[in-house]
C-alpha cells in the first residue's frame, strides 16, 4: 500500500507562503511524489510532481529530502483561491489518494 | 479546448436500475481513469485504460464495467445500482501510465444518488 501521511489541517495567513509537508518513509527508488489539490468539490487539480530534484513551476516548489523520506509543497504567495484539500502521492502507476491535508488560507 | 468532459453532471437512479457515465477528453492521451469520491474521503479507482483497447480493474472495481470505445471515450456502466454506489463519480486521462507521465486531468464530476 503505497502509503503516504499528512496532517489533517494546516492554516495560513494570505500573502504567506503555505508548506505542506509529506512524509513517504517508505518510498522506493522508482517512486515519483505528486501533489494534486481538489477545490471545493470540483476535480483533482495536478500541481507540481518529482522524483528526486527539488522542482518548480508556476503554481508552487517541491522539495524533496536527499533520502526522499519526506516533501514539502510549497505555495510562496498563498490567496484566499488556495483554499482545498492538498494531495500527496507516491506512485509507480496509479493514484491512490489519502485523505489529504485541508488548507484554509485566511484573509 | 474542453479537456475532460463527463455526462451527466447529476443523476438520480432508483435501486437495480441501470446507467452508463460518459467521459471524453480532447488531449490525445492514451490513458483514461474512473474514480469515485465518497464524502469526506480521497478518491478511489474502479477501473482504468493504459491504452486504446485495454482495460484494467482498479482498487474498488466491483458492481462497475467499462468499455474504452475509441481513444476519446470511455464510459462506466453500473448494471444494477446499489445505495452503496451514490457517490461523486470521476474520469481523468493522462499520456501514460508510467510515473514520469503519469499527470492526470479530471473531468468536473458526475454526482449520482442512488435510492
Known amino acids: 500500500d503505497a502509503k503516504t501521511t499528512q496532517p489533517t489541517s494546516m492554516d495560513c495567513a494570505e500573502g504567506r507562503a503555505a508548506n505542506l509537508p509529506c512524509n513517504h518513509s517508505?518510498?522506493?527508488?522508482?517512486?515519483?511524489v505528486y501533489w494534486y489539490r481538489q477545490i471545493h468539490s470540483q476535480g483533482p487539480q495536478y500541481i507540481i510532481h518529482?522524483?528526486?530534484n527539488n522542482e518548480t513551476n508556476e503554481m508552487a516548489s517541491l522539495i524533496i529530502t536527499e533520502d526522499r523520506k519526506s516533501s514539502t509543497l510549497i505555495l510562496p504567495h498563498a490567496t484566499l483561491r488556495d483554499t482545498a484539500v492538498y494531495y500527496c502521492?507516491?506512485?509507480?502507476?496509479?493514484?491512490?489518494f489519502g485523505q489529504g491535508t485541508r488548507l484554509t488560507i485566511n484573509p | 479546448n474542453a479537456g475532460v468532459t463527463q455526462t451527466p453532471k447529476f443523476q438520480v437512479l432508483k435501486t437495480g436500475q441501470s446507467m452508463t457515465l460518459q467521459c471524453a477528453q480532447d488531449?490525445?492521451?492514451?490513458?483514461m481513469y474512473w474514480y469515485r469520491q465518497d464524502p469526506g474521503m480521497g478518491l478511489r479507482l474502479i477501473y482504468y485504460?493504459?491504452?486504446?483497447?485495454?482495460?484494467d480493474k482498479g482498487e474498488v472495481p466491483n458492481g462497475y464495467n467499462v468499455s474504452r470505445l475509441n481513444k476519446r471515450e470511455f464510459s462506466l456502466r453500473l448494471e444494477s445500482a446499489a445505495p452503496s454506489q451514490t457517490s461523486v463519480y470521476f474520469c481523468?486521462?493522462?499520456?501514460?501510465?508510467?510515473?514520469?507521465?503519469?499527470?492526470?486531468?479530471f473531468g468536473a464530476g458526475t454526482r449520482l444518488s442512488v435510492l
Open positions: 518529482g522524483l528526486k
Open positions: 481523468a486521462s493522462s499520456e501514460g501510465v508510467g510515473a514520469a507521465r503519469n499527470i492526470q486531468y
Open positions: 488531449m490525445n492521451h492514451n490513458s
Open positions: 485504460s493504459a491504452s486504446e483497447g485495454t482495460t
Open positions: 517508505t518510498i522506493s527508488g522508482n517512486e515519483y
Open positions: 502521492i507516491r506512485i509507480l502507476q496509479k493514484l491512490v
